[in-house]
Every structure is written in C-alpha cells, then in structure tokens.
C-alpha cells in the first residue's frame, strides 16, 4: 500500500464515497458548484404551485441536482419517487409508474392464487388444497387522462405523509408532440394538487420549450434552470478533497489539466480521478506527491472506463477503411477550444496546425485547409455517427458537448494537449 494514512477498507470506502462516475449525487456536499441552483430550487418550492425545471447537456449534472434537492425537501420518513422516462415513452406510463412506486414491489410482482400444503387427514397424510388469501388487488386511475393523471398524485399523498418530491427524468425521450402536449397541460394543472408535492423535470435540451412545447401556461408554472458546465475550480475541488483526506500532495499543473480535459463534466473528473488515485495506491513506493505517471493512469482509465455510447461514437467517426487518422486529428482540432461552434479558419490555423506540429513525430503530414474542410464536412455525415453539425457555411461544433471531452482524453493519451484556453 503506497498512501500510508490509509488502511485498505478506507482508502476504498474515500474513493466510493467521491468518485462516483456511475452514479448520481444525492448529498450536497458532494455538489460541488451547485449552491446557487439549490437555493433557486429551495426558494421555488417555497412558492405556491411552483415547480422546477432542469436542463442542459447530457452529461452536466441535472439528475445529482435533481436529487440532491429532493433529498433535501422529501419527507425523512420515505425517499423521492424518482421515474425515468422511456425511450419513445408516453405520459400515462410515467404517470402509471410514480403511483406504482407506492406500491410494494412484492405485491406488484407477485400473483397468489390456490395454494398447496402437505397435511394429515381423516383419510391419511396428502395434499391438501386451500384457498389463497384474499389479496389486495391495486388498480391506479386511468393514467391516460388529465383527471386520472391527478388522481394518481391524490393517491400518492394519501399514502405518503409530509412533503413529498417527485422527479421526472429523461423528458428527452419523449418523443411524440401529443405525449409532450400531456406533459405541459399536466404542469399547467399541478396547482390543483396539494402544495406538499413538487416536481423536479429534468431533460437534455437548450430550452425548455424543446422538451414540452411551447405552452404559455405551463410556463408561468416552472422554475427553469439552464444547467452549465462546471467552472473548472469547482471541477479541481472534487479531485482536492480526496487528495487531502488521503495526505496526498496534487500539483497546481495536474488540476489544470484535469479541469481542461474534463470541460466542464464532473464525470470526467471522477473517471480521473479514480483511476489516478487507484494508480497511487499501487505504487510500489510510498506516495505522498502525485505524479505524471499517475496522471497518465487516470487517462488510460479514464478512456478504458469511460461510457461505451461515448466510445461507440468517437469509434464510429473515426474508424474507416482509410483517412482514420486525419479524422482523428480533424476532431482533436475541433476540441481545441470550449466554443460551441467555430469557424473553419480559425479552426486550421489556430489548432489544427498546431497540433501537427506537435505529430511531425509521428511523421504525420499536415493536410490542406481544402482537404480538411472535406475530413470536417465528412464528420457531419451520418457514416460518421454525425459527430459534428454545421451552424451554417464554414462553421462546426459537436452534436453533443460531451463528446468533446472524450475526444480531448484521445488526443492525450497520444501526447497532444487540447483544452489550453480554459484558465
């Protein structure tokens, strides 16, 4: 054991209790940088009818948040009925599983009907047939109804006492415009309910009016928080509170780069992190300093651990019959900077050449700003997984923003450093 304040059970319960890249948050000291949408939640409950609604990037944070709430206002004495929304999900199902959620799942699952016992008799020992007990059977109200949607919340208050939070997540993957219609006439109604029940919705999306429509009344119903990327202070700090519970030394430069590689999600953060501390631990020799072969561990980790769909697209743009790596190097440049969407030009001449210069190595040849432009309009196409999407003539960005990260992890592992302009 290279950290030698801690013994083995310890060092593994620190690590669970802050590196958690496959799971959500649900305490607040744990939220790093989210004080201020906590109060702005804490103070839209407060409001009479009020209900909050969180989106942002995939990736940024919205269901710990969401969580994290809801363990702060939910009654002790049960937990947030939290239900997920399905891909191409309706209303009625959702609504159907937050009433199911009061339900035990023994009696939703299990089904009794005549039951046999082995017994004596007048006539010898056999089996003998008795009736099953008289189960309870639960029938919600018609979920696909406005009326029937309410009732299920009624019936949810009368089971649970105190405050209760529900949370909506997902609302991305309701596709059809009627299924959002239902959400956004539900909202409008939530008033009509008893003001101990809040929602929390959360969704992936740049504005509200994506993931519901554009529905006035709702509207003057929700509390919307736009959720943004992490400052990369708060993105140091996850990374500082285990160095310092395990006496460990981390230099100023390894937290920069952590920050601009991560950009902005925290679970690039807890990916390196993890991997990084893992790598410490089994250092031959004591560890009280952190150093760059650990970095790189909590790199090669970080990609090896990373989410497959990140994975899966980056493979899918990249990986063709030829040109593979100019494909890559077109990406990388793309990463170069936090910019949503950025000009071709600016893109070769302050990134692309950049970066190449740094491949000349690798004996790698830089390619014309034409042939270039062609790799970039390449990586919009769908045999490209549209990793890229245009935001009109000469200018790109990612699909998502998330992917960016992952592509900034690529590039380091191969020895080119992106992210620069984050400070």
Known sequence: MALASLSDADFKTLLSENFTPSATIKTPERLFGRAKALTTIERAFASAGRQVFIYGDRGVGKTSLAETAAHLHQDSRSTPIYVPCAN?????????????????????????????????????????????????????????????ALDIIRYVLEKRPGPQIIIIDEME??????????????????????????FIFCGIGTTVDE???????????????????????????????VANQANVEIPTEMLVRIGQISDGFPHYVHLIGESMFWSAYDDKEEV??????HFRAGITGALERAEGVLRQQYQKATRKTKNTTDYEEALWAVADTT????????????????????????ERLMLTKELFNQRLLALKKEGHGSILKGYGSGWFGF??????????????????????DIR
Do not use: C
Request: avoid cysteine; glycine fraction near 8%.
């Open 88 to 148: 191409s999900g309706s209303f009625a199902e959702v609504m159907t599983a937050v009433g199911n959620a009061t339900i035990s799942i023994t009696k939703r699952v299990e089904r009794r009907g005549a039951t046999g016992t082995y017994g004596a008799t007048v006539f010898g020992t056999g089996l003998t047939i008795k009736p099953a007990e008289a189960d309870l059977h639960h029938t919600l109200p018609d979920a696909q109804t406005l009326t029937g």
């Open 339 to 362: 910019s949503d969407s950025r000009q071709l030009s600016e893109i070769y001449e302050a990134s692309y050449k950049r970066i190449m210069m740094r491949r000349q190595r690798v």
């Open 399 to 420: 699909r998502e923003n998330i992917i960016r990260g992952y592509v900034r992890l690529m590039a380091e592992q191969a020895g080119v450093e992106l992210g620069r």
């Open 211 to 241: 993931l519901i429509g554009a529905h006035p009344s709702a509207g003057r119903i929700l509390e919307t928080i736009s959720l943004e990327k992490l400052h990369h202070n708060y993105l140091w700090e996850i990374i500082r509170h």
């Open 288 to 293: 009280t300093k952190l150093l760059s072969e």
């Open 173 to 198: 993957r309701i596709g059809a415009a009627a299924e959002r219609e239902k959400f956004a006439e539900f909202i409008k109604n939530i008033p009509q309910l008893e003001e101990r029940v809040k």
